[in-house]
């Protein structure tokens, strides 16, 4: 994910590029992996965020896949997705 967020760093600051008050990068991650663990994921991802000084560029990163979102700025914090209409 983190090699992910690095490609699309200098594509967010060239020339041409729009920028807006605050600028947002969503991942949805589709790989075809067992189960993660977000929060074990999370502790792992946003140092590697914070060391390449992604937040210089995007304000707030999201991943997220088909059960849960994770967003990333200051302190990760990952949400469960409920597909509407579900009873929980």
Do not use: C, Q
């Amino acid at each position: 994910m983190a090699h992910y967020v690095e490609e699309k760093m200098p594509k967010a600051t060239a020339d041409g590029f729009v920028r807006y008050p605050a600028n947002w990068l969503i991942i949805y991650d589709n790989w075809p992996l067992p189960a993660i663990d977000y929060a074990k994921a999370a502790k792992y991802l946003a140092p590697l965020l914070t060391e390449m000084d992604a937040f210089s560029v995007f304000d707030t990163i999201f991943v997220h896949d088909d059960s849960h979102m994770g967003e990333f700025r200051h302190a990760p914090v990952i949400y469960s997705l409920v597909k509407p209409g579900s009873n929980r």
